[in-house]
Every structure is written in structure tokens, then in C-alpha cells.
């Protein structure tokens, strides 16, 4: 059966580029996913504007106007990604840092303080997508981690 969901696009007019950054049950909360992911990066912007578009989607500029989130709503058939997420192991973390010759200020989400974890979940959406990169101490993206599937 479908049912409404609320998808959050980061988009640069300027080059043209749309990246899709989680989608949510209900409107607000993808627009505290965004206010999460600027809280993680440090960003604290005092001009943010939310309007309506005609199509219905908000839109949420900041800064530059070249840049900008869209919140869709748009009816989807699966349900959505589980925030829960299962923590690795000591021992998987420490096969990973190995692996992937983690230096000490860069972390797994596994390794980052709870506010930090939760923070994440809540911007991403995602329970599973979390676990899938690395991050510095203070829980911003670095990269992405390849694991082995």
C-alpha cells in the first residue's frame, strides 16, 4: 500500500546539482534532518527563509540563494529505512580502523558520542546508511567507507 513521505533534496542552482539527503514520515521531520546536519557541520545561518512553491514542496534557502533544500512530499510504496541501528562489535570496529588505516581523530559512527549518533540518524533518516562512512570527532562526514558486500 502507498503512503505519503517527505523527501529532503540539497540543491546548487548554480551547477545544476540535486542530492538527495534522506526522506521522513512527516514534513517536520525532514526539516529537523536538516537543522540536525547544520547543527553536526557548525553551521549557523541567521538568514534561512522557508516558502512554499507552487508545486507544494518547502523550500528552505540559506545564505547564497544559489543553494538551497527542497522537502517533497511524494507517495512510496516500501517503507522507509529503520532509524535503529545495530552497533558493530569491538572487534568488527577494530577490523574496520585496520582495514581502512583510520588515524585517531577519524572515527566510525559506531565510535562517536551518543549525541553525535543520534544527531545523524535524525539528518540521514537512515538507521543503516549511518555506519557507511567515516567521521571526525565531532561527527561530520570525511568519507565514505567502502565495506565489502
Same mark, same amino acid.
Given at each position: ?6 523527501? %529532503?533534496?540539497?540543491? %546548487? ?30 553551521? +549557523? ?19 547564497? %540563494? +544559489? ?83
Amino acid at each position: 500500500m502507498s503512503h505519503k513521505i517527505y523527501t %529532503n533534496y540539497w540543491m %546548487n542552482r548554480r551547477d545544476n546539482v540535486v542530492k538527495e539527503h534522506g526522506s521522513y514520515a512527516t514534513e517536520s521531520e525532514a526539516l529537523r534532518g536538516i537543522k540536525a546536519w547544520w547543527e553536526l557541520q557548525k553551521d +549557523n545561518y541567521k538568514d534561512v527563509v522557508e516558502r512554499r512553491t507552487n508545486s507544494g514542496a518547502l523550500e528552505i534557502t540559506y545564505g547564497d %540563494n +544559489n543553494y538551497y533544500y527542497r522537502i517533497v512530499e511524494r507517495e512510496m510504496d516500501e517503507e522507509l529505512p529503520s532509524l535503529k541501528v545495530k552497533l558493530r562489535s569491538q572487534g568488527e570496529i577494530e577490523s574496520l580502523r585496520k582495514k581502512y588505516l583510520l588515524e585517531d581523530e577519524q572515527v566510525l559512527f559506531d565510535e562517536l558520542a551518543e549525541p553525535y549518533r543520534d544527531r545523524l540518524v535524525e539528518a540521514m533518516g537512515d538507521g543503516k546508511k549511518v555506519q557507511d562512512y567515516i567521521y571526525d570527532l565531532q561527527g561530520r562526514m570525511i568519507r565514505p567507507l567502502k565495506v565489502d558486500k
